[in-house]
């Protein structure tokens, strides 16, 4: 089964916006990321994992009359949270998804402390029949 891992960053968070940590937390963090990528592709249980931008630079986009794209620009001042990256695995239980995700929870930030960050687990869900 997959499952995709959210990394939520907002009012939950309690902790400092990372461009304001030390160097060497940042590079403690970004290497902790690394390492669990390695493993997880060592493990066969990784589909994709990537990184996103930050709000400010989000597009909200509706159709509006005609089709023609009405764009929304950021920042979102009223956005409390925002998702600033995600993994996809595929695992044999959402326990092990969860397990996952919570190692992946306790990624250093200043001072070596975990972050405890808050990480959704969903399933993804398959395809409809072809027959529909």
């Not at 066969?44 to 509706?62: F, H, K, N, S």
């Not at 200043?110 to 072809?130: C, D, F, W, Y």
């Amino acid at each position: 089964m997959k499952y995709m891992l959210l990394m939520q960053f907002g009012q939950q968070a309690v902790f400092p916006p990372i461009s304001t940590w030390p160097p060497e937390d940042v590079t403690a963090h970004i290497e902790f990321m690394h390492s669990a990528d390695e493993k997880l592709t060592a493990s066969g249980e990784l589909v994709e994992t990537q990184g996103l931008a930050m709000p400010d630079q989000a597009r909200t986009v509706r159709a509006g009359d005609g089709g023609i794209p009405v764009v929304t620009d950021g920042p979102y001042p009223e956005t409390k949270e925002f998702l600033i990256g995600y993994w996809i695995v595929d695992c044999d239980s959402q326990e092990r998804a969860i397990e996952l995700a919570a190692s992946l929870s306790a990624a250093p930030g200043p001072g070596g402390k975990p972050l405890n960050m808050p990480i959704e687990v969903r399933q993804v869900m398959s395809a409809p029949p072809e027959e529909l």
